[in-house]
């Protein structure tokens, strides 16, 4: 609001509703902005764990499909077998007005896509293993994205909770003692005023009256 507002009581009072606006919108989106960083720190925490699993998961996979490919050759022709996968669905929630995905994969099949006579088991557990790190991947992809959302919504409310901290609030306060002021000084000026025309009333009623004993005597 303009440090040139008229310091009206209409003002005034429009000015202290947009003050305590201002402090409910502060105190709305500091609130928000803690259960953001609280299911942000959470989801990390998860993201951790999910990167560590799918780490290890990987080493064992390439492991395995490395003992294939020595008992077998070069596996390149049966992986061609391995149906695509269409069972990948994203669907969303809202954490305090932020979408959050939700990543779900369909299980695998146990059934091997590739005929027994031309694979062994240990093509059969490099497959499993893959299919393993394909699901944490998913999960991982969910964390890490709803992660990022969450990171985005943060430094979005923490901006406008400090513009309304340090700009706003200061500003329609400041605004209010202006007016307040200038509301307080206009009474003390209009009730000297009025002082000032009663003494001038009293002043005239006193001189107008006329003063005992000096009217004509009666025979």
Do not use: W
Not at 160 to 179: G, S, W
């Amino acid at each position: 609001m303009s440090n040139q507002t008229v310091p009206t009581k209409g003002n005034l009072l429009a000015t202290k509703k947009s003050l305590s606006l201002a402090k409910t919108g502060f105190e709305l989106l500091d609130r928000k902005r803690n259960i953001l960083i609280r299911e942000m720190m959470a989801l990390i925490d998860r993201a951790n764990e999910l990167q560590g699993k799918i780490d290890k998961t990987y080493e064992e996979a390439y492991a395995a499909l490395q003992m294939a490919n020595i008992t077998l050759g070069i596996c390149s022709e049966l992986a061609k077998t391995t149906p695509v996968d269409n069972g990948l669905n994203v669907a969303y929630r809202s954490v305090m007005g932020v979408e959050i995905p939700m990543v779900s994969l369909e299980p695998s099949p146990a059934q091997m896509p590739f005929g027994m006579t031309s694979s062994n088991s240990l093509l059969d557990d490099a497959y499993l293993k893959f299919c393993n790190v394909k699901q944490l991947t998913a999960e991982l992809a969910e964390v890490e994205n709803s992660v990022y959302r969450l990171a985005d919504a943060v430094k979005k409310t923490q901006k406008r909770a400090n513009a309304l901290k340090n700009i706003m609030i200061p500003r329609f306060e400041q605004t209010v003692k202006v007016i307040t002021e200038a509301l307080e000084e206009k009474d003390r000026e209009e009730f000297s005023r009025l002082k000032v025309i009663k003494r001038q009333k009293q002043a005239k009623a006193a001189h107008a009256q006329p003063s005992g004993g000096d009217g004509p005597a009666t025979a």
